[in-house]
C-alpha cells in the first residue's frame, strides 16, 4: 500500500458546516487519517490516504461543503 500525505489551505472554521467535511472524510475509505489545524491562518488541512484517492477529489469534497480548498506550497 502506498501512503500520500496531502497538504491544504483553506478557509474552514469553526461552524455548522464543517460537520459535512468531517463527515465526507471520515467515511471515505481512502482516507487513513487527517487533521484540520484551525489555529494556523491558513487553517491546514492534512489528509493521509492509501494510495486510492487524488488530491483534487479530496479539494472537491471540501468544495462541495462550501470551503476553498488549494494545494498549500512551500
Known sequence: MIENLFIFKTNIEQGERVNGIIEDLNNNPNVTSWYL??????????????????????????????????ILTD
Not at 44 to 68: Q, W
Open 37 to 70: 489545524d484551525q489555529e494556523d491562518t491558513d487553517n491546514v488541512l492534512k489528509i493521509m490516504t492509501d494510495g486510492g484517492i487524488k488530491e483534487k477529489d479530496i479539494i472537491a469534497i471540501v468544495k462541495s461543503n462550501g470551503f476553498h480548498c488549494e
